[in-house]
Every structure is written in structure tokens, then in C-alpha cells.
């Protein structure tokens, strides 16, 4: 199919000129103004709006399977939620199932087998020994090139410093980039006891059990031991100013890190976390928690000057009946809140309508930054000849309300609840393809793949030579 987007303004992450864009075989063919109407093509008007690189969600997890249950949106409701919110792709984690990497991702292969649209897998490290070793380099090669390291969940996820630091320094050989869950588990257990044994037994008890110094102990403490070995790091879900400081420190120090900011850390406060309502307060539950108005305009401040890179979701679908099984112990809440849908039109309203940050940084923060952190640029996240034609139109007249009542995605309630945005994606290109439009996802379920670009990732985007030098030399000169 040809496609003909006629009339609107493109936005990339460089900069915004007013052009049409054609569509050819999935991909971008040409990006200029005045262009012709191929015979036969499909004319899509996006006169007074804007025509952006479609998002790209590098933090999900669909179909999450965590303590013995299975979050509510798969690949299919979680691709429809998606599309609907302008995300075209989306990175998501596999655990190793039995011990095993590659079994892991073989399952979450399958379970993408009714995907809609493209997507990658970023794999757990849980633990160490030589076959974990070895099974980071065969995911690697079947396009892996990212590993999320745990500072919490201990008894499940948790790893040691010392696993951490021997997956840093595998992650170097491999030229794949770690990430990692920055709090202390530990200590988390440690608070929860004692809150527990004070009665303190509602959602609140999540927040207080986790403060905001020891996200940021586990992030400073992350960005260092990557200092030590000078491995490169992405922070996922930085929720709080104080881990926000230490990657700013990071970098200042000449790492390279990149830190990841959420939807709900930017649009939510824990507010809710404390109400008498369980089923509002066990919604917001997630890991590390959401925090007050300041660390809030800490975190929007930090991406609208550059020191946190990008903005994910981390999407975890759980309903209410799931949640409810903490009713009278925080603890068993299973963690974790939705936004794949949501992600890109709160960061509009509250990044861009108020000013803070440009139309250009939009799509940076929002696309092209994750495409190229995780090796798919310049396939996705940008509007250019040769591109992925993943692309959405974004009509900023347009306002609309979030609710749980008219989202795509299984889950029964909404976080984002009662939000009013101005700004809207109207239509959804996914390679080529009209993926959304007049309200209405358009494609069916198996449209989507493993993106090829993902799955070629590694080499042909390496960022980091692969390296076995730990670093010595690095930290003993900076
Ligand atoms: N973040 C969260 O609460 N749940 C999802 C798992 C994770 O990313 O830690
Ligand atoms: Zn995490
Ligand atoms: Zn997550």
C-alpha cells in the first residue's frame, strides 16, 4: 500500500518543517513539500497537525507473569492500548524460565505470536554462573541487546553486587547495554517488617517501606559499581529527584547513563498511594513508588534539561481483583501501573503544553532517544527516507479525557482517570500500514514482529566495542 500524508508539519527530534511524507512498502519513501499523488495511493490529510515518528515504549511488560499471576493486557490488548496512545513499538522483559534465557525468550516469543505491532526484549539477569554467562551471549545473538539487573524483589529477582558487576562487565564483551532496577531490597524487606508489625498494613505501607533515599542509595550505588567497571547504564523507572541526582552526578562524571523518566512519575504524585479507598490506592502501587509534587517537577525539569534521557511506561497490567490480594498486607500488592496508551499524550499535556519543553524534544524523549539507546535507529524513531513507516499524526486542537471507561487496554481501572489533554493522536501508521484511525484500531492480530532491527541489533548498531577491560584505567583517569 502507498500512502500519501499530505499537508501537516513533521516533527524529529533535530527539527520541525512543514512536508509530506510517502509511504511505500512500509517505509518512508520521500519527505518533502508539494509532493505529487502516486497513482492508486491513499491520501491522508493532516492539514494543522503534526506528523511525528511514532513512540516507542522501551519499558513494558505484557502478559508479566509475577508471583503466580498474569498481568491483564497481552500483546494483543496491550498492542491494541498501544496504537491507540501513538506508541508504534515497545521493548519489553523476558525472565529466564527454568533457568534458562533462551527458553525464556522462546516463551515470550510465542506469547507475542498475536502482536500487532513491532516490538524487542530486553532479558533479566537473576543470578550468576558460567551458563548464565554463556546464555547472554545465545540471546544476544537471537537479538537481545539490553539486561535488566534487579536491586529489589529479593527472593525473586534481587541479584548481589557481585552479579551485578559480573553482568556489567559481561554486558562490555557482548557490547549489550545493562539496565537497572535501582532500590535495596534489604532494606525494603527490612521496613516492610517493621511497618507490618505496627499495623501499618494498607497500600500506604508500600510507599513509606521504600523512601525516596534509598532509591536513591540504590541508584548511586548502581552508577558507581558502573563507574568501577566502566560499563555504560540505563536507569529504568527513575521515580524520584534523589535518584535523579545521582545519574546527573554520573554523568557529570563523564559516565554514559541513561536515565529513564515515567509517564506516571511525571503525571502522578502518591496522593492516591494514602487514600482510604484501597481499590484507588492499591492502583498506584508500583516499584519504586510514585513521590510527592517535588520529586515530580524535579523529574519534569530533569528531562526538559536533558539530565534524564527519555520517558517509558513501565505498563503492568493488573486489575483490581489482582491488587486486591494485598487488601490486608501492602506486601502482597502486586506492583506495578498501566500507560502504554497514556504515555504520549500526558507527556504532551504536561511537557509540552506547558511549555516546558519543545515539539522536537517531544520526540526525542519520547522515540527517537529509546530507538537509539537500544539499537533500532534509524529503522524507528525518526521521519526520514529509508525509515520504518511507523509515524503518527497528532491533531493539537483535538481534547479528550482519560478514563478507564474508554481505554483500549483489559485493565479495569485507570491511574490517569478524569485527565484532560489537548492534543490527540487521530491516526496510527505501523510499517506502512493504517494501525488506528477514526477511533478504531485497523489491524488484526499477527501483524506485528520481532522487529528486524531489533533482532539484528547488536551488530549492526553495536554502541560500545565489546571490551573485557574493567574499567581500571577509566575510573583511575576521570
Ligand atoms: N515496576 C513495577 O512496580 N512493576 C514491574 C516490574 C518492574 O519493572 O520492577
Ligand atoms: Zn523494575
Ligand atoms: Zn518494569
Given at each position: 500500500?502507498?500512502?500519501?500524508?499530505?499537508?501537516?508539519?513533521?516533527?524529529?527530534?533535530?527539527?520541525?518543517?512543514?512536508?509530506?511524507?510517502?509511504?511505500?512498502?512500509?517505509?518512508?519513501?520521500?519527505?518533502?513539500?508539494?509532493?505529487?499523488?502516486?497513482?492508486?495511493?491513499?491520501?491522508?490529510?493532516?492539514?494543522?497537525?503534526?506528523?511525528?515518528?511514532?513512540?516507542?515504549?522501551?519499558?513494558?511488560?505484557?502478559?508479566?507473569?509475577?508471583?503466580?499471576?498474569?498481568?491483564?493486557?497481552?500483546?494483543?490488548?496491550?498492542?491494541?492500548?498501544?496504537?491507540?496512545?501513538?506508541?508504534?513499538?515497545?521493548?519489553?522483559?523476558?525472565?529466564?524460565?527454568?533457568?534458562?534465557?533462551?527458553?525464556?525468550?522462546?516463551?515470550?516469543?510465542?506469547?507475542?505470536?498475536?502482536?500487532?505491532?513491532?516490538?524487542?526484549?530486553?532479558?533479566?539477569?537473576?543470578?550468576?554462573?558460567?551458563?548464565?554467562?554463556?546464555?547472554?551471549?545465545?540471546?544476544?545473538?537471537?537479538?537481545?541487546?539490553?539486561?535488566?539487573?534487579?536491586?529489589?524483589?529479593?527472593?525473586?529477582?534481587?541479584?548481589?553486587?557481585?552479579?551485578?558487576?559480573?553482568?556489567?562487565?559481561?554486558?562490555?564483551?557482548?557490547?549489550?547495554?545493562?539496565?537497572?532496577?535501582?532500590?535495596?531490597?534489604?532494606?525494603?524487606?527490612?521496613?516492610?517488617?517493621?511497618?507490618?508489625?505496627?499495623?501499618?498494613?494498607?497500600?500506604?505501607?508500600?510507599?513509606?517501606?521504600?523512601?525516596?533515599?534509598?532509591?536513591?542509595?540504590?541508584?548511586?550505588?548502581?552508577?558507581?559499581?558502573?563507574?568501577?567497571?566502566?560499563?555504560?547504564?540505563?536507569?529504568?523507572?527513575?521515580?524520584s529527584r534523589d535518584a535523579a541526582l545521582e545519574i546527573e552526578a554520573g554523568l557529570e562524571a563523564g559516565q554514559r547513563l541513561w536515565g529513564e523518566a515515567l509517564a506516571g512519575g511525571i503525571a502522578l504524585t502518591d496522593e492516591p498511594c494514602f487514600s482510604p479507598d484501597f481499590k484507588k490506592a492499591a492502583a498506584h502501587v508500583m516499584s519504586p513508588?510514585?513521590?510527592?509534587?517535588?520529586?515530580?517537577?524535579?523529574?519534569k525539569q530533569a528531562l526538559a534539561s536533558g539530565k534524564l534521557q527519555l520517558i517509558a511506561t513501565d505498563h503492568c497490567g493488573w486489575n483490581s481483583s489482582q491488587k486486591a490480594a494485598g487488601r490486608h498486607d501492602f506486601r502482597a500488592i502486586p506492583n506495578g501501573i498501566h500507560g502504554i496508551?497514556?504515555?504520549?499524550?500526558?507527556?504532551?499535556?504536561?511537557?509540552?503544553?506547558?511549555?516546558?519543553?519543545?515539539?522536537?524534544?517531544?520526540?526525542?524523549?519520547?522515540?527517537?532517544?529509546?530507538?537509539?539507546?537500544?539499537?533500532?535507529?534509524?529503522?524507528?524513531?525518526?521521519?526520514?527516507?529509508?525509515?520504518?513507516?511507523?509515524?503518527?499524526?497528532?491533531?493539537?486542537?483535538?481534547?479528550?479525557?482519560?478514563?478507564?471507561?474508554?481505554?483500549?487496554?483489559?485493565?479495569?481501572?485507570?491511574?490517569?482517570?478524569?485527565?484532560?489533554?489537548?492534543?490527540?493522536?487521530?491516526?496510527?501508521?505501523?510499517?506502512?500500514?493504517?494501525?488506528?484511525?477514526?477511533?478504531?484500531?485497523?489491524?488484526?492480530?499477527?501483524?506485528?514482529?520481532?522487529?528486524?532491527?531489533?533482532?539484528?541489533?547488536?551488530?549492526?548498531?553495536?554502541?560500545?566495542?565489546?571490551?573485557?577491560?574493567?574499567?581500571?584505567?577509566?575510573?583511575?583517569?576521570?
Amino acid at each position: 500500500e502507498t500512502l500519501l500524508i499530505k499537508g501537516g508539519t513533521v516533527v524529529n527530534a533535530e527539527d520541525e518543517q512543514r512536508a509530506d511524507v510517502l509511504v511505500k512498502d512500509g517505509k518512508i519513501a520521500q519527505v518533502a513539500s508539494g509532493l505529487k499523488t502516486p497513482k492508486g495511493a491513499v491520501v491522508v490529510d493532516a492539514n494543522g497537525k503534526y506528523v511525528m515518528p511514532g513512540g516507542i515504549d522501551p519499558h513494558t511488560h505484557l502478559e508479566f507473569l509475577m508471583g503466580g499471576r498474569t498481568g491483564v493486557d497481552d500483546f494483543h490488548s496491550g498492542h491494541r492500548a498501544a496504537l491507540a496512545g501513538g506508541t508504534t513499538f515497545h521493548i519489553d522483559f523476558v525472565l529466564p524460565l527454568e533457568g534458562d534465557m533462551m527458553k525464556g525468550l522462546k516463551n515470550y516469543w510465542d506469547k507475542a505470536s498475536n502482536a500487532l505491532m513491532d516490538y524487542g526484549f530486553h532479558m533479566a539477569v537473576l543470578e550468576w554462573s558460567d551458563k548464565v554467562a554463556k546464555d547472554m551471549a545465545t540471546v544476544v545473538e537471537a537479538g537481545v541487546n539490553s539486561f535488566k539487573f534487579f536491586f529489589a524483589y529479593k527472593g525473586a529477582f534481587m541479584v548481589t553486587d557481585e552479579t551485578y558487576l559480573k553482568g556489567l562487565m559481561r554486558c562490555k564483551e557482548l557490547g549489550a547495554l545493562p539496565m537497572i532496577h535501582a532500590e535495596n531490597g534489604d532494606a525494603i524487606e527490612i521496613m516492610q517488617g517493621l511497618l507490618y508489625n505496627q499495623g501499618i498494613r494498607g497500600p500506604e505501607g508500600h510507599s513509606l517501606s521504600r523512601p525516596a533515599f534509598i532509591e536513591g542509595e540504590g541508584t548511586g550505588r548502581a552508577v558507581r559499581l558502573a563507574r568501577l567497571v566502566n560499563a555504560p547504564l540505563y536507569v529504568v523507572h527513575v521515580n524520584s529527584r534523589d535518584a535523579a541526582l545521582e545519574i546527573e552526578a554520573g554523568l557529570e562524571a563523564g559516565q554514559r547513563l541513561w536515565g529513564e523518566a515515567l509517564a506516571g512519575g511525571i503525571a502522578l504524585t502518591d496522593e492516591p498511594c494514602f487514600s482510604p479507598d484501597f481499590k484507588k490506592a492499591a492502583a498506584h502501587v508500583m516499584s519504586p513508588p510514585l513521590r510527592s509534587k517535588s520529586h515530580q517537577v524535579h523529574l519534569k525539569q530533569a528531562l526538559a534539561s536533558g539530565k534524564l534521557q527519555l520517558i517509558a511506561t513501565d505498563h503492568c497490567g493488573w486489575n483490581s481483583s489482582q491488587k486486591a490480594a494485598g487488601r490486608h498486607d501492602f506486601r502482597a500488592i502486586p506492583n506495578g501501573i498501566h500507560g502504554i496508551e497514556e504515555r504520549l499524550h500526558v507527556a504532551w499535556e504536561d511537557l509540552v503544553n506547558s511549555d516546558m519543553i519543545s515539539r522536537s524534544d517531544f520526540v526525542r524523549l519520547t522515540s527517537t532517544e529509546a530507538a537509539k539507546a537500544f539499537g533500532i535507529y534509524p529503522d524507528k524513531g525518526v521521519i526520514a527516507p529509508g525509515s520504518d513507516a511507523d509515524i503518527i499524526i497528532l491533531d493539537p486542537e483535538k481534547k479528550h479525557v482519560l478514563s478507564a471507561a474508554r481505554h483500549f487496554s483489559n485493565i479495569d481501572t485507570s491511574v490517569y482517570e478524569g485527565k484532560s489533554i489537548k492534543g490527540q493522536v487521530v491516526t496510527t501508521i505501523s510499517r506502512g500500514r493504517i494501525a488506528f484511525a477514526d477511533g478504531q484500531i485497523k489491524l488484526k492480530a499477527g501483524a506485528g514482529r520481532c522487529s528486524a532491527a531489533a533482532l539484528a541489533g547488536v551488530r549492526r548498531y553495536m554502541l560500545y566495542a565489546p571490551s573485557s577491560r574493567a574499567g581500571l584505567f577509566g575510573w583511575r583517569s576521570r
